[in-house]
């Protein structure tokens, strides 16, 4: 699962360039995930980083999740290990990473 930027993008259809220059296009259908079922295939668009986890039949590749890091980042969600709405393990409310609740910072 690499990243990938969206070269092209419909309803239908997906199609995802990783950097060594491989494109891919995958099938979209109504059981697509898109960010966790946060968003639609109509947010994704061309030029955004992706990772697309797919199915293979034959020669169609069919997406059954994408995560759009270009617009999870856009709406203020950071992939840090959490799903939207959770928080990465070891981590409090109100807390970064490798700060204790007083405010200090571990080392």
Known sequence: MAAAVVVRVS???IT????DGYST?????????????NNQISDVKTGDTVTVV???????????TITDTTLNQAN???QNGG????LPPGQ???QQNG???NGTTTS
């Open 83 to 86: 799903q939207n709405g959770q």
């Open 25 to 37: 296009t995958y099938a979209i259908n109504s059981s697509t995930a898109v960010n966790n079922g």
């Open 76 to 78: 203020g969600n950071q």
């Open 92 to 94: 409090q409310n109100g």
């Open 16 to 19: 995802a360039k990783s950097a």
């Open 54 to 64: 797919g199915t293979v039949s034959g020669s169609t590749a069919t997406a059954t």
């Open 99 to 101: 700060q204790q609740p």
């Open 11 to 13: 309803s239908s259809s």
